[in-house]
């Protein structure tokens, strides 16, 4: 959970209902954001439901961690740790996503020093961050569920955002026709 608050609380109170394992990974912001209470709501159900839920770092401000030095890196985690844990009792800990998928060695050697021992990408990428009215245009609902249908494979990991701007529409048809072909819904937890 990023920067955009969107259906974020529909998409995980949609997961608690449908039982979907799903592994969140926040940014310190939106739990520290004082003009929503949603990045704390969430936070929330995660703790209300650690049978369904992995809590993952997300960096504190979304900043690219190539651009930071070791220094900067620890403090990015050591804030968001810091921002969650009034919230939730789960530590993001060893799970940490790059913003926008950017590492490099010397930030992966720092982001292991901090005790995350999983920097998480992802395999099928749905773009749902994209508004539709966008240059180049975001992904519709439609188009969601069928990249992930037809890219989906035994292990993969399905980036969707909470704040994502067609994902809640899309939500029950990817799970709906991820199960239908087999596929078991895990959290890192489960996975690793």
Excluded at 18 to 26: C, E, G, K, L, S
Excluded at 49 to 71: C, I, K, V, W
Excluded at 85 to 108: I, V
Aim: charged letters at 20%; aromatic letters at 8%; a negative charge.
């Amino acid at each position: 959970m990023g920067g955009r608050v969107g259906d974020a609380l529909a998409i995980v109170n949609w997961l608690v209902e449908h039982d979907v394992q799903a592994t969140i990974f926040m940014t310190g912001w939106m739990a520290d954001n004082p003009n929503t209470d949603a990045g704390r709501i969430v936070l929330g159900i995660v703790d209300a439901h650690p049978e369904l839920f992995t809590l993952g770092n997300h960096s504190y401000t979304h900043t690219d961690f190539r651009d930071l030095n070791p220094a900067e890196i620890a403090d990015e985690l050591a804030r968001t740790e810091a921002a969650l844990a009034p919230h939730c009792s789960q530590n993001p800990r060893p799970f940490f996503r790059p913003p926008n998928g950017g590492y490099d060695t010397e930030a992966l050697v720092a982001i292991g020093a901090n005790h995350y021992r999983y920097t998480v990408l992802w395999d099928v990428d749905t773009i749902d961050w994209r508004p539709i009215k966008n240059d180049p245009p975001g992904p519709t609902a439609d188009q969601i569920v069928a990249k992930v249908l037809a890219d989906a494979r035994g292990g993969s990991i399905v980036l969707m955002h909470l704040g994502g701007y067609e994902t809640f529409e899309a939500l029950p048809r990817v799970v709906d026709g991820l199960r239908s072909r087999g596929f078991d819904l895990v959290n890192l937890d489960a996975m690793l």
